[in-house]
């Protein structure tokens, strides 16, 4: 060791002996960031996210009794080549043999939905692949291989999942969605099953709706003290519009139904419409969209009026008569929720604008656009504090962040040596006061004119900022939603 040079790994030119991978075991794969390439005598040649920091290559020697030569990988070159790996070093491993040699279909969707549970995941994916079938999860947004079973029971599972699920288990050639709930320890979780025939077979993907998920309080979603103040006296207000905002995976659904649970749920009506209705909750009346019976958005708002709800929620405004319908409610006495699919608050407001509503409706009957992203959490118990570069420095001031300082993800056993647990938000927040009212009643335009100073406003950045600094969220994970927007 002690080089000078450290070649750089290139992904075009991988390179590597598939019968040494077991030299690293996965785990210390994962939490080293590296991974063996190639052996030679006594010398392993390892390809590593950090091939200067020696006591990550002290560690690997020691692990695998071999001389350690680095060479750097980058770090989503490193995730990818893990991911494509991973299947084969997880032939390897206990739980997967025991998957294996599972007799039973009911046996291995057991083993599934118990250990997705267990660790948090959203949503199983069920794939099939050349030789064999895969399952992957969704944990904190991200997909993650956790196995994989054979063919020969493939059928078996699909049919077992098919027939808890409601489905019809003689049906391969279509497309079928059905729901089923599991208990968990004592809890009951509802799952919603999509089965899709592919050129291989059916495949399927089963959605873990945790209501423990949105039976959390407001504060624990990463609204700042500050802002939770002011949103709570806003949504006890008797009448008015509030958009939550964000693109798809972005926590909206989450956000509303939280921000539900706060209110006097005996004393209002609260009426819900989305399509479908993600969780089912006490004291709320919900109604599920269904075009195929002619109850779409628009017929179903008009019918829950007619019956004199307090609060009304919309799964999402995705046209012009749904949200004149949602603004003549806000005018009338209704205090209502909506999600619409932007990226900015201020486009929310264009968005209205562009669906022919007109000016004085709009500016009356909006509250507050909150505009939200999901950003990993990183683990409290093992993030490291870091001098920010002079590279990142340049970018940090290019999107407009304020940070003296960064942590980054490491890996312990609390993370399951991801560096990261959980999700957070960070957002925007912009309340209609009496100056944004006058703007939009004058004809706002593409921010020409707007004084952000008047505005009653926070900024995404802001929020981003306090969070980079306290180290609940990484530097690099917060640029690339800075970036997109
Ligand atoms: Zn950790």
């Not at 829950?304 to 806000?330: C, F, K, Q, W, Y």
């Not at 990226?343 to 909150?370: F, G, H, Q, V, W």
Request: hydrophobic residues 40%; charged residues 30%; negative net charge.
């Amino acid at each position: 060791m002690g080089k000078d040079y450290i070649p750089q790994l290139n992904r075009d030119n991988f390179c590597f002996d598939t019968n040494i991978v077991h030299l690293i075991p996965v785990q210390a794969a994962r939490r080293l960031k590296a991974f063996p390439m190639f052996k030679v005598n006594k010398k392993l040649v390892v390809a590593l996210t950090e091939p200067e920091n020696l006591e990550k290559l002290d560690e690997l020697s020691k692990i695998t009794s071999l001389d350690i030569s680095p060479v750097k990988v980058d770090e989503q070159d490193f995730t990818d080549f893990l991911n494509e790996v991973y299947l084969e070093i997880e032939f390897n491993d206990d739980s997967f043999k025991k998957r294996l040699s599972s007799s039973s279909a009911i046996e291995v969707l057991d083993g599934l939905l118990e250990e997705a549970i267990s660790r948090r995941a959203s949503d199983i994916h069920i794939e099939l692949l050349e030789s064999q079938i895969s399952i992957r999860f969704r944990i904190d947004g991200e997909m993650t291989i956790s196995g994989a079973y054979p063919y020969s029971i493939h059928e078996e599972v699909i049919s077992r999942i098919k027939l808890i699920s409601g489905m019809d288990i003689s049906e391969k050639r279509l497309p079928q969605e059905g729901k089923f709930v599991w208990d968990a320890n004592g809890s009951e979780i509802d799952l919603r099953v999509v089965t899709l025939p592919t050129i291989r077979g059916e495949s399927a993907v089963i959605r873990i709706l945790d209501s423990k998920n949105i039976k959390r309080r407001l504060n624990s979603l990463g609204f700042e003290d500050d802002f939770l103040k002011r949103y709570r006296e806003l949504i006890n207000k008797n009448q008015g519009l509030i958009l939550i905002c964000g693109p798809t995976g972005s926590g909206k659904t989450t956000t509303l139904y939280t921000t539900i649970q706060e209110l006097k749920l005996d004393k209002k009506k609260i009426v819900a419409i989305e399509d479908p209705c993600e969780y089912q909750l006490d004291k709320i009346t919900q109604i599920e969209v269904d075009k195929d019976i002619g109850l779409d958005y628009e017929s179903g708002l008009k019918a829950i009026l007619r019956g004199d709800p307090d609060v009304i929620l919309i799964g999402e405004i995705r046209n012009s008569e749904t949200a004149r319908i949602a603004l003549e409610a806000a005018l009338t006495g209704h205090l209502v929720f909506a999600t619409l699919h932007t990226t900015t608050c201020i486009s929310a407001i264009y968005r209205l604008l562009e669906m022919k509503l007109p000016a004085y409706m709009i500016a009356d009957s909006l509250l507050l656009i909150i505009n939200q992203r999901l950003v990993r959490k990183l683990c409290l118990n093992c993030h490291q504090k870091r001098e920010i570069s002079e590279i990142n420095k340049e970018k940090i001031k290019e999107v407009g962040l304020d940070i003296s300082k960064i942590f980054i993800p490491n890996g312990c056993r609390k993370c399951d040596n991801k560096g990261y647990r959980g999700r957070t938000l960070i957002f925007e927040a912009l309340v209609i006061n009496e100056y944004l009212k006058k703007s939009i009643l004058l004809g706002i335009n593409d921010n020409i004119g707007i004084d952000f100073d008047k505005l009653e406003y926070i900024s995404m950045e802001h929020v981003a900022s306090e969070k980079i600094e306290n180290g609940i969220i990484s530097l690099s994970d917060t640029l690339s939603y800075l970036k997109e927007t």
